[in-house]
RNA sequence: CGGGGCGUAGCGCAGUUUGGUAGCGCGCACGGUUCGGGACCGUGAGGUCGGAGGUUCAAAUCCUCUCGCCCCGACCA
């Protein structure tokens, strides 16, 4: 491609709506435009990374088995009302009616429509096992879009559905799709962590979470820079204190009263008393109201209570903090000064609790606290995993500090199993002659996400660092200087990179050297070939990659060799 | 949906408090000088000030309503 006649329209200042790096620099590099909340035009050098990613997904996906359709994104009510999700949407649902009436909707997803494929299609499980999938825009009704591409309301998306005539075959398909997701996102040049997620209401079903690792992203993860272990902070654990961490009995000093007046939270107890205390070595008690009854959870005074973890624990679907009244009428005293000592009813503690030695803890008495309080000793309590992990806290799996990422969810598979097939009759006959439901899967990924998460994650103050496989050109070939020779040669380099397979932007605008310098690096191709009358006089372009600092000089009839290694060995795909 | 903020030239912004002929930078067009990291000089085009209604001799500016966008939160296959 000629730059001078590409359509590629960068701009030096950033739309002030944008915050997000890949949103800033999407626009700012003329990859996309925006064109209401959650709404974008993709534009040619954009298109070209959205057809990469989803060129690689679809060859995994066929190489796993899957075969490629194309479904409507314009559907009947009918199918979502047979799963009561036409009302289980919600606002989400992008409803509209034809000009009878009719009521339709713009797909989020598209289990149904499959499932219903699937059931008018497949009669016998001779036919089984099948994966369908598409790579189709899909339409949600944000509350909030955000982010750019990351979280749209039109987004591009691979969805796959497998159905299966057995547990152990649907586990299979799982797997299948798992493995392909792994080839996928390392191919994709992504640094990603595979998850496990609180699967929520949808509930118990195996899923997994591809999170590609950014320092933006929507959620919170830990992962361990040591082992695989990475999980979704609402979930994550840490390993507990071994038992050679144990207090020493004869360390342990008799428990005194202290009067705190005015001393409410972990910060003020700590202020309060001074000398060598720390929020380490206080108890931190809150108290969470059940149906009918209440529970202390204590956890060490430095450390947060993991809601989610906690309600696990406890069996419930979500916990809440006790009112002041609930707790005054439960431990005599106000919240700020409670404690477990004493306290009677139900005591969850926190794995680490045991080994706070000697500490400080409510008194279960207004304005006053305990200190040289032992676990053991001086209170029992259910012990659990419930606090919120943080970076540095040790793995769970092998004990290596964990590290605090956030992720953008690029993936996510998960077995159905026969919820959609039951409701919908998707059944097929066994080998004895019985309907069974097919057991289903389904396996998404975002392909116009990945493209913005890939940004995030490969991106410096200049510009887009695509990797390879996924930038819209190989290589930017950028004469600088008015010498006639020069663009001759870079015409010759251009042709001779085209010819070779390269993926080539031939920059000939009529631009000082700085204008194609900061649009080359803005656009982010990994890899720029200089050329200019100095190199030129001694029969040498140079050759940078993009997040290189020096160039090097390489000899112009060495250089389409050069470049389809280089081009290759970084997971480009030559164009033969 | 709750809280906050913003809509003025293609983009980024000033002007609104205190009503009085709509400005700056970038970009764009033309001419000239420049040419290895977003050059410089000159000339010029470009705006119903988000929309509707109102107050006023006069509204970007004051009042009412409305639409859109962004951020935080809630929500989220």
New binding site residues.
């Given amino acids: 491609m000629r730059y001078s006649k590409a359509f590629l329209p960068?701009?030096?200042?950033?739309?002030?709506?944008?915050?997000?790096p890949s949103?800033v620099l999407l626009l700012?590099a003329g990859y996309a435009r925006?064109v209401?909340?959650?709404l974008y035009e993709m534009l040619p050098l954009g298109l070209r990374v959205l057809h990469k990613v989803s060129d690689i997904v679809r060859a995994e996906m066929d190489a796993a088995g899957a075969q490629e359709v194309l479904m409507p994104a314009l559907l009947p009510a009918d199918y979502f009302k047979e799963t009561d999700r036409w009302d289980g949407f919600g606002d989400?649902l992008f409803r509209l009616q034809d000009r009878r009436g009719q009521p339709y909707h713009l797909g989020?997803?598209h289990e149904e429509i499959f499932t219903d494929l699937v059931r008018r299609e497949v009669k016998s499980y001779r036919q089984l096992p099948l994966n369908l999938y598409q790579i189709q825009a899909k339409y949600?009704d944000?509350?909030?879009?955000?982010?750019?591409l990351l979280?749209g309301r039109e987004f591009l998306?691979k969805?796959a559905y497998s159905f299966d005539a057995s547990e152990e075959g649907a586990l299979a398909s799982y797997e299948s799709m798992r493995d392909a997701y792994h080839r996928i996102f390392s191919r994709l040049g992504l640094t990603y962590r595979v998850v496990r997620a609180d699967s929520?209401?949808?509930g118990g079903s195996t899923s997994a979470e591809f999170q590609v690792l950014t320092q933006t992203g929507?959620d919170a993860l830990v992962a361990c820079a040591a082992c695989e272990y990475a999980a979704n902070a609402e979930i994550a654990e840490a390993r507990a204190p071994g038992s050679s961490d144990a207090p020493d009995p004869a360390t342990l000093e008799p428990v005194g009263t202290v009067a705190t007046p005015n001393v409410k939270t972990i910060d003020e107890v700590v202020e309060f008393i001074g000398g060598d205390l720390t929020a380490a070595r206080t108890l931190k008690s809150l108290v969470y109201a059940l149906d009918d009854e209440v529970v202390l959870v204590v956890v060490r005074g430095d450390r947060a209570v993991n809601e989610t973890r906690l309600a696990r624990h406890l069996g419930v679907p979500a916990v809440v903090l006790a009112s002041d009244a609930t707790v005054e009428r439960a431990f005599g005293a106000l919240p700020g000064s409670v404690g477990p000592v004493g306290f009677s009813g139900r005591i969850v503690a926190d794995l680490e609790v045991p080994f706070v030695v000697n500490a400080v803890a409510g008194a279960n008495e207004a304005d006053h606290h305990y200190t040289n309080v032992n676990y053991g000793r001086d209170f029992q309590a259910e012990l659990a995993s419930i606090r919120q992990v943080v970076g540095g806290d040790a793995c769970p799996s092998c004990g290596e500090p964990l590290e605090a990422y956030r992720g953008i969810?690029g993936g996510?598979i998960f077995i159905l199993g026969t919820r959609y097939s039951q409701q919908m009759g998707a059944t097929f006959l066994d080998e004895v002659g019985e309907a069974q439901p097919a057991i289903m899967g389904?396996y998404?990924i975002?392909i116009s996400r990945l493209m913005a998460s890939a940004v995030e994650q490969h991106h410096d103050a200049?510009?887009i660092c695509w990797p390879m496989p996924i930038a819209p050109y190989h290589v930017i070939v950028s004469p600088?200087?008015?010498d006639d020779a020069v663009a001759a040669a870079a015409e010759d380099v251009y042709r001779a990179l085209t010819e070779a397979g390269i993926e080539a932007l031939l920059d000939d605008r009529?631009?000082?050297?700085?204008?194609k310098?900061?649009?080359?690096?803005?656009i982010g191709i990994p890899l720029?070939v200089?050329?200019?009358?100095?190199?030129l006089a001694e029969g040498t372009a140079?050759l940078?990659g993009r997040t290189e600092a020096q160039?090097q000089a390489v000899p112009l009839e060495d250089l389409a060799a050069t470049l389809r290694d280089r081009v290759v060995t970084d997971g480009g795909r030559l164009r033969l």
């Avoid at 960068?10 to 997000?20: F, G, I, L, R, S």
């Avoid at 944000?142 to 750019?148: K, Q, T």
């Avoid at 009529?510 to 204008?515: K, L, S």
């Fill in positions: 960068t701009v030096k200042e950033a739309p002030k709506d944008a915050t997000m949103h700012r925006m209401g909340a959650g989400t989020p997803t949600r944000e509350p909030r879009p955000r982010g750019g979280r998306m969805d929520g209401a949808m929507e969810e996510h389904c998404g975002g200049d510009g600088v200087g008015k009529d631009e000082r050297p700085g204008v310098f900061k649009d080359a690096d803005l720029r200089t050329l200019g009358k100095r190199g140079e940078k160039a």
